[in-house]
T-cell receptor
């Protein structure tokens, strides 16, 4: 069964450093999403991507964040200068229209 | 604005007992409701959609527009049902981005 894959599964970084989280969505899906989940809190929407551009983004997704689909298969989330409060589990998801398939997440720890 | 409320952070039952995980929503149009489940150390996965009207792993959920609810039910809980359950909503007005509730942790004791 096709699935969304995310790498790395864990990422530890120093505050102020840049991180890139990688995702390979399911190949025939058209909609891509990033969500995050801070420990003990709910799953929060960050950004959606359709037709090679951002379709919606939340207030969390500020100028420190960017997304790219560099090669038609990978879908990356970049955090330019990480802050302590960026520590969270980051989930990539893809879907055809409604009903999402999630990756297993990248646990980001900012020290 | 769309909102999903899961009032219980934790629900603890014994094996064989009935389970109801509550979900209430707020949305001005016609919503689509989903339940997602996250087992320990696994990814979030779609459990069921209200429009499918199906039963998955013995779970059912009925959309009640009058009460704006989409509670998840199972008549006899199993230990393997222990997981985090998230209710989610997408609107029909063009934004297909699911809004998630805070989640309910279900623990089924032997």
């Amino acid at each position: 069964e096709p699935e969304v894959t995310q790498t790395p599964s864990h990422q530890v970084t120093q505050m102020g450093q840049e991180v890139i989280l990688r995702c390979v969505p399911i190949s025939n899906h058209l909609y891509f999403y990033w969500y995050r989940q801070i420990l003990g809190q709910k799953v929060e929407f960050l950004v959606s991507f359709y037709n090679n551009e951002i379709s919606e983004k939340s207030e969390i997704f500020d100028d420190q964040f960017s997304v790219e689909r560099p090669d038609g298969s990978n879908f990356t989330l970049k955090i330019r200068s990480t802050k302590l409060e960026d520590s969270a589990m980051y989930f990539c998801a893809s879907g055809e229209s409604k009903g999402l398939f999630f990756g297993s997440g990248t646990q980001l720890s900012v020290l | 604005a769309q909102r999903v409320t899961q009032p219980e952070k934790l629900l603890s039952v014994f094996k064989g007992a009935p389970v109801e995980l509550k979900c209430n929503y707020s949305y001005s149009g016609s919503p689509e409701l989903f339940w997602y489940v996250q087992y320990s150390r696994q990814r979030l996965q779609l459990l069921l959609r209200h429009i499918s009207r199906e039963s998955i792993k013995g779970f059912t959920a009925d959309l009640n527009k009058g009460e704006t609810s989409f509670h998840l039910k199972k008549p006899f809980a199993q230990e393997e049902d222990s997981a985090m359950y998230y209710c989610a909503l997408t609107g029909s007005g063009g934004s297909y981005i699911p809004t998630f509730g805070r989640g309910t942790s279900l623990i089924v004791h032997p």
